[in-house]
């Protein structure tokens, strides 16, 4: 159960697009098309901006998309706005029913 | 609306045990999994458990395998985790989860598909 890898950090102006990328192993993500994609702002609880690696759940902006290739997950902020800035995870079903976690992104809005 | 709402954390001494609950209203619980996921003070989330909507089905990170323990109960719409030989590197933030057992194909799924629900967290201290 090792934890997926991202990078610590990532930043973009306002407008500019930004991608996280997420590397897993044919185990977890290159396996299977369960990776979700979470927000989470200070001292509040994550959200969930994508699920089976590219869907949206109702509410979320279109701003928000993802996509995989192989091993390796992204999550792609288009039009970036001031209230992206924020921690971003993915995770992904891995193992025998199994979940993991990325170490996370902190996204920077300069 | 939906509402998850955790209760029972706060300060415990190494080697004592602790039981959260996760209460869950505003959406049918019996089609959710539920999972808890922690967050250590500063880091990033863990996955600790999950619960199949039926509570026939239990799954742990290898980290809590053998100390922890998660149930449901279905009638109370209650989500339990029982956590005993608590150690200091079990501090966290403790966050309960409804994830949907089907995928958007109809695909039942034991752990369901994306974390949509999420408490608040309760914060569970493992210090002497």
């Known amino acids: 159960q090792s934890a997926l890898t991202q990078p610590p950090s990532a930043s973009g102006s306002p407008g500019q697009s930004v991608t996280i990328p997420c590397t897993g192993t044919?185990?977890?993500?290159?396996?299977?098309?369960?990776v979700s994609w979470y927000q989470q702002h200070p001292g509040k609880a994550p959200k969930l901006m994508i699920f089976e690696v590219s869907k949206r759940p109702s509410g979320v902006p279109d701003r928000f998309s993802g996509s995989k290739s192989g091993n390796t997950a992204s999550l792609t902020v288009s039009g970036l706005q001031a209230e992206d800035e924020a921690d971003y995870y993915c995770?992904?079903?891995?193992?025998?029913?199994?979940?993991?976690f990325g170490g996370g992104t902190k996204l920077t809005v300069l | 609306q939906v509402q998850l709402v955790e209760s029972g954390g706060g300060v415990v001494q190494p080697g004592r045990s602790l039981r959260l609950s996760c209460a869950a209203s505003?959406?049918?619980?019996?089609?959710?999994?539920m999972h808890w996921v922690r967050q250590a003070p500063g880091k990033g989330l863990e996955w600790v458990a999950v619960i199949s909507y039926d509570g026939t089905n239990e799954y742990y990170a290898d980290s809590v395998k053998g100390r922890f323990t998660i149930s449901r109960d279905n009638s109370k719409s209650t989500l339990y985790l029982q956590m005993n030989i608590l150690r200091a590197e079990d501090t966290a933030v403790f966050y309960c989860?409804?994830?949907?057992?089907?995928?958007?194909?109809?695909?039942?799924?034991?752990?369901?598909?994306?974390?949509?629900?999420w408490g608040q967290g309760t914060l569970v201290t493992v210090s002497s």
């Open positions: 995770s992904s079903h891995a193992g025998s029913n199994n979940l993991v």
């Open positions: 989860g409804g994830s949907y057992y089907y995928d958007s194909g109809g695909h039942y799924l034991q752990i369901g598909n994306g974390i949509q629900y």
């Open positions: 505003g959406f049918t619980f019996t089609t959710y999994a």
């Open positions: 044919s185990s977890d993500v290159g396996g299977r098309n369960y």
